[in-house]
């Protein structure tokens, strides 16, 4: 079970009591920052079918839109988030992207993230959102990843 994993670093991107500011606005779908044309969002590694052991190192793309930290209202901007075992077609669009074990922020624009993951097989899939932590229109969503770790 993922709540059982270890996601060193990752905890410390989405603990502090800051991030419940971002929370409190209502966006309907209007509201959705529109992604620049062209963008795009990927895997550096690891790539789709690799074998990994731990500690797993994710490298983040993104090409056409620049990082930018949560909150910061920046044109053409966004920051990564890394759903882990999520299908994206299960992902509601027009809502911020809740923070657990399974929907990591990368809130300080980083681009990569080391974590120690449970022995099995995982999908991986980094979607990119606005300073709100709302995906862009139209989203700008990865290959999904399939990745095993021994
Ligand atoms: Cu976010």
Do not use: C, K
Request: no cysteine.
């Amino acid at each position: 079970m993922l709540r059982h994993i270890m996601f060193a670093g990752a905890l410390a991107l989405t603990a502090g009591p800051g991030w419940a500011d971002s929370h409190g606005h209502d966006h309907g779908a209007s509201e959705r920052t529109a992604s620049p044309e062209g963008a795009e969002v990927y895997f550096i590694t690891p790539t789709d079918g690799d074998t990994v052991s731990n500690p797993v190192t994710f490298r983040f793309g993104a090409r056409g839109i620049g990082v930018a930290p949560a909150g910061a209202n920046w044109p053409d901007t966004g920051h990564h988030h890394m759903l882990i075992n999520i299908d994206p077609a299960d992902v509601d669009l027009n809502e911020p992207f809740p923070f657990d074990d399974q929907n990591l922020h990368f809130g300080g624009g980083q681009t990569e993230v080391t974590l120690d993951l449970p022995a099995g097989t995982h999908t991986f899939v980094l979607i990119m959102a606005d300073d709100f932590h709302v995906p862009h229109d139209p989203p700008l969503i990865s290959e999904v990843i399939t990745v095993t770790v021994e």
